[in-house]
């Protein structure tokens, strides 16, 4: 390893693909789930057909193990540190695959703590750091796509408190909040690297 993680993702297909993902995951379609996971890191992360289905059998195990109120927060870390360690390895990146697995699993973690609450600041903090430690770029440059992340969760959080229909056009409205985020954060990771240089 030693490589940085390249930032070759359509952030409209990625967008498009983690809508659906996390309209699988909140209707507990675990196939779904597994299939779409499937599409995204042969498609937007460039795994092989073996590491991807290594890669998907974790976080599979990873949603399973966080979706009940009553969780299984350890596990659901130790797999996602797999599911990161695989994509580490069949990229030859050189990110510490179990911080970006535990910053993961600390942003669901927040994520559940603060939903209805005003103060996002935690989450969108949460949600930079994650890119930060994939592609070597200091959390505060992805402060723009976090928080448009930060948005496409909140309303996912309107529909899972019942306060928004589950709508074609409500998560027409998340797919286009994680678009503009991958935009944005493939914008910035290419600016902070064109910088470094």
């Given at each position: 390893?030693?490589?940085?993680?390249?930032?070759?993702?359509?952030?409209?297909?990625?967008?498009?693909?983690?809508?659906?993902?996390?309209?699988?995951?909140?209707?507990?379609?675990?196939?779904?789930?597994?299939?779409?996971?499937?599409?995204?890191?042969?498609?937007?992360?460039?795994l092989?057909?073996?590491?991807?289905?290594?890669?998907?059998?974790?976080?599979?195990?990873?949603?399973?193990?966080?979706?009940?109120?009553?969780?299984?927060?350890?596990?659901?870390?130790?797999?996602?540190?797999?599911?990161?360690?695989?994509?580490?390895?069949?990229?030859g990146?050189?990110?510490?695959?179990?911080?970006?697995?535990?910053?993961?699993?600390?942003?669901?973690?927040?994520?559940?703590?603060?939903?209805?609450?005003?103060?996002?600041?935690?989450?969108?903090?949460?949600?930079?750091?994650?890119p930060?430690?994939?592609?070597?770029?200091?959390?505060?440059?992805?402060i723009?796509?976090?928080?448009?992340?930060?948005?496409?969760?909140?309303?996912?959080?309107?529909?899972?408190?019942?306060?928004?229909?589950?709508?074609a056009?409500?998560?027409?409205?998340?797919?286009?909040?994680?678009?503009?985020?991958?935009?944005?954060?493939?914008?910035e990771?290419?600016?902070?690297?064109?910088?470094?240089?």
């Amino acid at each position: 390893m030693g490589e940085p993680l390249p930032a070759t993702f359509d952030p409209r297909a990625i967008g498009f693909l983690e809508a659906r993902l996390w309209h699988a995951y909140y209707a507990r379609h675990w196939p779904r789930v597994a299939l779409l996971t499937d599409r995204l890191v042969r498609g937007q992360v460039g795994l092989a057909p073996e590491s991807a289905i290594k890669a998907v059998r974790h976080a599979a195990r990873a949603a399973v193990a966080w979706a009940p109120a009553k969780n299984d927060p350890d596990k659901t870390r130790r797999e996602l540190r797999a599911f990161y360690r695989i994509i580490a390895e069949a990229q030859g990146a050189s990110f510490d695959s179990d911080a970006v697995g535990d910053a993961e699993c600390d942003y669901w973690a927040i994520h559940r703590e603060i939903v209805g609450q005003t103060d996002r600041v935690p989450l969108i903090a949460s949600l930079a750091r994650i890119p930060a430690l994939l592609y070597g770029v200091p959390a505060a440059k992805f402060i723009g796509s976090a928080t448009e992340r930060e948005l496409a969760v909140l309303l996912v959080d309107l529909i899972t408190s019942g306060q928004q229909a589950s709508t074609a056009g409500a998560w027409n409205e998340i797919t286009g909040a994680l678009v503009r985020s991958y935009e944005l954060l493939r914008a910035e990771i290419a600016e902070s690297r064109a910088a470094d240089v």
